[in-house]
């Protein structure tokens, strides 16, 4: 099945200090999702922000709000982030201790699911809950940081991925973060990707480039 290509800034490299002219920057450049990176200092070695910061810029764009959660644990906080404007939360599968009940949970609060796996993670950990998942995310780096460089090796993992999702008959998503350039997207999309993140690629040039740095991940130059 050929799936559209959607291509969704971290705004991890934003502006922080106008982040509403930001979020309005990339959406009228042409980004399908917003992706939002929360990280908590403990699950990953780095603190972005939470749900009060994304709450205040939700009115900046009618565009999707895919939360990234790279806390541990998540449940306590999930409603949360639902009502700061998330419309999908992703989690890791590593942030235990339940991931059936997160998930159970994020379907409960009506928003789309996600379930992020990191590089080492075995990709079995997806076969248990393949009927509850709007999304998989395999990360293409360690997270944490952006400006990090893509790891080869994850270009099997998404295949394996994309290989159980079509088995399964489920209509699930692959979303891929971490070193996604106009370089590396060609590959993680023939590996089966169709969701991709982008931080440092789509702002590295300030808002005059966002439309083109989108484009060119998307593969129209
Ligand atoms: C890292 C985050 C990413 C990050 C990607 O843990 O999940 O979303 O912002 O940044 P780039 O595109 O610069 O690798
Ligand atoms: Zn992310």
């Known amino acids: 099945m050929s ?7 971290s ?7 106008h982040l509403a ?10 980004a399908d999702y917003i992706h939002i990176d929360v990280m908590d200092g403990h699950f990953v070695p780095n ?13 900046a764009t009618k565009k999707f709000f895919d939360v ?7 449940d306590a906080y999930l409603k949360d982030f639902v009502d700061a404007g998330a419309d999908g939360i992703t989690v890791h ?7 059936h009940r997160s998930l159970q949970t994020i379907k409960s609060l009506g928003v789309k699911t996600g379930v992020a796996i990191n590089l080492s993670t075995p990709n079995d950990v997806l076969t248990s809950v393949m009927d509850m998942v709007d999304m998989v995310l395999v990360m293409t ?3 944490g940081f952006g400006g990090q460089k893509f790891v080869p090796s994850s270009l099997d993992k998404i295949r394996d991925v994309r290989r159980r999702i079509t088995e399964s008959g489920y209509d699930i ?3 891929v973060d971490g070193g996604i350039t106009a370089e590396t997207a060609p590959q993680v999309i023939e590996a089966g990707a169709n969701v991709l993140v982008a931080g440092t690629a789509v702002f590295k040039d300030g808002p005059s480039g966002y439309a083109k740095n989108i484009e060119a991940i998307r593969g129209n130059n």
Do not use: W
């Not at 799936?3 to 800034?9: E, N, V, W």
């Not at 603190?47 to 009115?59: L, Q, T």
């Not at 599968?93 to 991931?99: C, Q, Y």
């Open 21 to 30: 002219d930001e979020i309005t920057a990339i959406d009228k450049a042409g």
């Open 93 to 99: 599968a590593e942030a235990g201790p339940h991931l």
């Open 47 to 59: 603190i972005s922000f939470g749900a009060p910061v994304y709450k205040c810029v939700r009115s």
């Open 173 to 175: 998503d692959i979303q």
């Open 3 to 9: 799936r559209d290509i959607k291509i969704a800034p």
């Open 141 to 143: 780096i360690n997270p």
């Open 11 to 17: 705004i991890l490299s934003a502006d922080f200090g």
């Open 68 to 74: 990234h959660l790279m806390i541990a644990p998540t």
